[in-house]
């Protein structure tokens, strides 16, 4: 343990503790809520020039097969079109709902109860079409909001230029809903931006990857979230993750240097009037940044990404065009609960969680800690009953240790080992449940979705060794277990089927139902997935309709 661990793990520990859900109370979060009054769920920097991007994503050929086996004819140049795609698909509005005077827009990234903390920022060197510099994402208008631009200017070369994203949380979007729970939320929104922009790197062929080591100062200061005279009275940002894109991929090179910038635009207020304040989100915010020091300790784990399916994944929609998939992606909030699930469509879904040097675990760099227990209800040729994912040979040993209700380990398969390593990859069976669907409605805090479904899940962290040796950990648990739900998501609407992820649940309850002692391992997120019920009443209009009338957002707009 080093010394920042040593220092801040138990103050993780106890945040962790104290935002358990309870069969008895929730974790404590507002009174009330004035939905009139809902943070704005865009941000924008005033003052700040825009860069007006294309909807070209419509014209990708990619298909969903092809992502899993990439060409190397597939892959796009940089330029403003592909990085427009790029964004179109990972973080851009897919659709608009209503329902009576209520009117909501959907986003090809998730978020817990669609409150969006996550903001995308745009580092870009020698991008045909864009100058050099920082921008901010707006999804609003699909435009750049030029936050700096670079003192030194790069010539676009044939290779294209170099590309980096920057991912950080506005809390306080999600404090207002959820309370102290909060900080959990936005770490596994960052899980699943990061998956989704992965995804649509791959749809243009290029890689994604997050860089490794980057303190907290230094994230900050690469994506101008430093500079607190920009930010004033308005929510300030908390940097979360940096992530190389593109081909070559700039995995080894550092964004340019800001010294000598010149920076633009003032940060938009979200919420004008507050109403609570959460102190113990920004404790364990502060206690989990990465800090320099911490930064060479290095996470220990089995030696290396483990190998596991080495057989090509196979959809249903496998060829239709990524981009259509992606972007019809929702959370289902209503199943059928007579609908089953073939058994070729659940081990398609379930074998794409394992952490192979395929998309998307190719773009995460450390070990596999979280690992799925899955509790079946209706597959075509399962028993009703709970099974297990060890996603590495760690994690099979600690579940078999800590999972105490299971009645039996029985292999259902083995994966075949992927790049030629020894350990695989192996669903377990681990017990049959007369009333499972009924039980884990009541443990996912009673909600009809979690029994509904064909199956749900538990995703199970190995949780006190890992914060023993990094305090920041606890935030790269909580992301794992969001990348996992984005490739849920994905591969269950490439299935036809259709997923939700549920971060209500009661923790301590799950616990005692796995037969849980102590914290060496942890339940971090839930999820659900089955045969959707479409709600008749909402309507549905295109992502981008309002753009024909809409006002500009702030001055300094650009075409």
């Not at 969006?116 to 060197?125: F, I, N, R």
């Not at 509904?452 to 006190?464: G, H, I, P």
Request: with cysteine.
């Amino acid at each position: 343990m080093d010394t920042n661990a040593r220092t801040n793990a138990p103050v993780a520990l106890a945040y962790h503790q104290r935002t358990k859900h309870h069969v008895q109370r929730f974790a404590a979060g507002p009174e009330t809520l004035d939905w009139d009054a809902q943070p704005s769920p865009f941000r924008v920097w005033h003052g700040a020039p825009l860069v007006h991007m294309p909807l070209v994503a419509d014209g990708l050929e990619t298909t969903w097969g092809q992502l899993h086996a990439p060409l190397a004819s597939m892959r796009q140049p940089l330029s403003l079109d592909t990085l427009a795609c790029l964004l179109e698909l990972s973080f851009a509005l897919t659709a608009w709902k209503q329902f009576g005077p209520d009117r909501w827009a959907l986003r090809a990234n998730p978020s817990s109860g669609n409150l969006h903390p996550t903001e995308v920022y745009v580092m870009a060197v020698g991008v045909a079409g864009l100058d050099d510099g920082l921008y901010h994402y707006e999804p609003l208008h699909h435009a750049l909001a030029c936050r700096a631009r670079y003192a030194q200017q790069t010539q676009a070369g044939p290779e294209g230029g170099r590309l980096w994203v920057g991912l950080s949380s506005i809390q306080w979007r999600e404090a207002w809903k959820y309370g102290e729970r909060a900080f959990r939320y936005c770490q596994l929104d960052v899980g699943h931006a990061m998956g989704a922009l992965r995804y649509a790197a791959a749809a243009l062929g290029w890689q994604a990857i997050s860089l490794e080591g980057w303190p907290h100062e230094a994230l900050a200061a690469c994506m101008g979230l430093s500079r607190e005279a920009d930010f004033g009275v308005a929510e300030r940002e908390e940097p979360e993750m940096l992530i190389g894109v593109g081909w070559p991929m700039p995995g080894e090179t550092v964004p340019p240097d800001i010294t000598g910038a010149s920076w633009f635009g003032q940060a938009g207020l979200l919420d004008r009037r507050p109403m609570y304040r959460w102190p113990v989100i920004d404790e364990v915010t502060q206690a989990t940044r990465l800090t320099a020091a911490a930064a060479d300790v290095k996470l220990t784990g089995d030696g290396g990404k483990p190998s596991g399916c080495g057989e090509a994944l196979q959809a249903v929609r496998q060829g239709e065009a990524a981009a259509t998939i992606i972007r019809n992606r929702r959370s289902a909030q209503h199943f059928d609960k007579q609908a089953h699930m073939s058994r070729d469509s659940f081990d398609g879904i379930v074998r794409a969680l394992l952490p192979t040097a395929n998309l998307p675990w190719d773009a995460w760099p450390n070990e596999a800690r979280v690992h799925p227990v899955l509790y079946v209800y209706r597959v075509n040729g399962m028993v009703p009953g709970v099974y297990a994912l060890p996603r590495s040979p760690q994690g099979t040993s600690l579940l078999m240790q800590e999972l105490r209700a299971a009645t039996m380990w029985e292999k259902l398969w083995d994966a075949e080992p992927d790049g030629g390593g020894e350990w695989r990859a192996t669903l377990w069976r681990l017990g049959e449940h007369e009333k499972l669907a009924g039980a884990l409605r009541q443990l996912s805090c009673h909600q009809a979705i979690a029994s509904d479904a064909c199956f749900s899940l538990s995703l199970v962290a190995q949780f006190e060794a890992s914060l023993d040796e990094r305090a920041d950990a606890y935030r790269l648990l909580l992301q794992e277990a969001g990348l996992i739900g984005q490739a849920l998501y994905l591969n269950a609407e490439a299935q036809g089927y259709r997923g939700t992820g549920m971060g209500c649940y009661f923790d301590d309850a799950v616990h005692h139902f796995l037969g849980i002692d102590g914290e060496r391992v942890q339940v971090l997120y839930h999820f659900t997935i089955g045969v959707p019920l479409v709600d008749s009443r909402i309507t549905m209009e295109p992502p981008y309709s309002h753009l024909a009338h809409l006002a500009p957002l702030h001055d300094g707009d650009t075409t």
